[in-house]
Every structure is written in C-alpha cells, then in structure tokens.
C-alpha cells in the first residue's frame, strides 16, 4: 500500500495504489491533496478483495491501526496486541474466519505464556475492534461472535530479582551496549511504560531538579515525577545535544531483541512471563512493599484511577518524594 502527493503544472495530485489498484486525483492545494489521498484510500481499502467481501486479520490491523489508533496515546499499546493476534492466527488468515473456539484456544495459549485475564482481555479486544471496524467499512457482514472476558484475578505478577538486572546489564555492556543496560535501570527506577520512555526527550529531563515528565502518556496525562540518584546517573550520559531529540536510541522492536538474547544468556529463554513491562511490575512492587500510599503510587506509575487529580500532580512533583526515599532505600 502506498500513496503520495505531488505538485502538478496546475494544482496538486494524489496518488494512491493498494494491493496493485492505482488511484489518481487532481487538487487544488497541497491540503485538499492530502485530504483526497486518505479518500481514496479509504475506498481501496474498503473494496472487495477478491471474491466475496473478505478482508484479512493483517488487512482488518492496517484499517485499525489508521482510523482507530492512528495519533492516540494507546497506538504503540495497540499495535503491538494486534500484531499477538497476527503472530498467533497469521497474517492472511480471513477475519471472518476467526470463530470463540479458536479465541479460546488463542487465550490459553497466552494464558501459557503467562499473560494475565486483564492483558489477554486487551488482545482480544484489539481483535474485536478490528472485527468492528471491518463491519463498518463493508469488509465484513456482519460481527462474529466471541467468548466473554475473563475474569480478572488478583494473581501476583513477576518481577525482577537482583541477580537477574546485574545479570541483564552485564551482558548489555558485554555486548557493547550500554544504553540498553542504562534504559533497563531507567525503566526499573521510574515505573514508566515502555512507549513513555520511548518518546523520553533530551528537554523532558531537568537535571537540575531532579525530575522527567512524560508527555505521551497511555491515558494521555502528562506527569512529572522525580527521580532517583539511580535514575539520574543512568539516564545523564545519553542525553541528546539537541534538547528536542529523543533520548534512548532503541526501538521496541530493537530493545526486545536485546532483551531476548539476554535472557537466553542468563538461562531464562523460556521464562515468558518475563518481559521489558515487567520493569514496571518490579517498581510497582518495591514502591508498595516500602509503604507508598496507593494515591502516590498511581500518580508516580501513572495508572488511571485518581484522574481527578492527575493533571494537578504532573506537575507537583514534590508531594511524590516518598516515591523516591522508598526506591533509594
């Protein structure tokens, strides 16, 4: 699928192909050329593919990922429960196709691997979503019926033990990567998601008062949170020269490389429950164990609950100290 604008002897052209169907179409400004662009992809997209309606899971993720995702905090959330749903079933497996038995069995497998009722909830949300916009945009007739969610469990979740982050930032410098050894310490002293530390920039970190602000959040509140001495040290050498650059040079996919063969290393490959999110499990944990109250512990983790008073303390970073004491301790 591709598509662009160009300039032209008398306006502006958009020009769009998808699955080798090419559509053109004459504007008068750059900004009325874009605006077609997105048109007629809609309706190459939304066409018949081959005989009948159907549309396939990896078709049904790009449609979702455009008009549903597309620009929110939750997009980078999203794309990757999607993309579990394409791993599991395969990308051109038709998403009519898709029947409750084989959500069920695609459940206990994620069960297996030790996702939690809540985060396999989540995936198969994302695939519901991706059934509904497909009915929407006449790709699918109708909304086929799936299992109800599963009941959330107050189970424990896995953490990191201290041999295994010494273990995990050895082999980072041993395979002359220390960044990934300073994000992993980053990541576990500030209870951040992943995609928040992703999109950390060089002008979000004041050194000075020892605080970050993560702009891109998941519920999409900005917060700001101090940081520890920990912290501090791990994140200073990567700071960009130009402020406006982002901070840490990996991308998930990259980051997770890195991770995996790390765990392969340590002897813990077939440790699925351990993954980058549970650097925030681990925070999380070491912050209640020490005594941090749950309205300080959501508004340093940025969870949703106490949103009335999230756009308060983004910016009160001194009522989260105990955060901090309880992390240097």
Not at 123 to 148: F, Q
Not at 208 to 227: A, E, Y
Request: proline content about 4%; glycine content about 8%; overall charge positive.
């Amino acid at each position: 699928m591709t598509g662009s604008v160009r300039r032209h002897s008398d306006g502006w052209i958009a020009d769009v192909t998808v699955d080798g169907v090419r559509r053109t179409r004459k504007a008068r400004t750059k900004a009325e050329a874009l605006a077609v662009k997105r048109e007629l992809l809609e309706q190459l997209l939304a066409r018949p593919s081959g005989p009948g309606n159907g549309i396939t899971l990896k078709e049904a993720r790009e449609l979702s990922l455009r008009i549903r995702w597309k620009g929110l905090a939750y997009e980078r959330t999203a794309e990757i429960y999607s993309q579990s749903a394409l791993d599991y079933f395969g990308a051109d497996t038709q998403l009519g196709e898709i029947t409750a038995p084989m959500i069920q069995g695609w459940r206990q497998k994620l069960a297996a691997k030790g996702n939690r009722p809540d985060t396999i909830n989540k995936k198969v949300s994302a695939v519901r979503a991706m059934m509904a916009d497909a009915v929407l945009h006449g790709r699918l007739e109708a909304m086929p019926s799936l299992p109800r969610q599963l009941t959330k469990r107050n189970t424990k979740d896995r953490v990191f033990s201290d041999q295994e982050v010494v273990g995990l930032c050895a082999y980072f410098q041993a395979i002359e990567q220390p960044a990934a050894a300073d994000l992993l310490v980053f990541l576990l002293e500030t209870c951040c998601r992943w995609g928040e530390a992703e999109k950390l920039k060089g002008q979000d970190v004041s050194l000075k008062q020892g605080t970050v602000t993560f702009w891109s959040t998941k519920n999409g509140r900005p917060r700001s949170v101090p940081l520890t001495r920990r912290a501090i040290d791990a994140i200073t050498p990567h700071l960009p020269p130009v402020p406006g650059h982002r901070v840490w040079p990996y991308s998930y996919c990259t980051y997770r490389r890195h991770f995996a063969s790390g765990k392969e290393a340590l002897g813990l490959a077939d440790d699925e429950a351990l993954t980058i999110h549970t650097t925030r499990h681990t925070c999380a944990s070491k912050l209640a164990s020490r005594g941090v109250s749950q309205g300080q512990l959501m508004a340093f983790g940025g969870w949703e609950s106490l949103a009335a008073v999230q756009r308060y303390m983004h910016l009160q970073t001194g009522a989260l100290a105990a955060c901090v004491a309880a992390l240097e301790a």
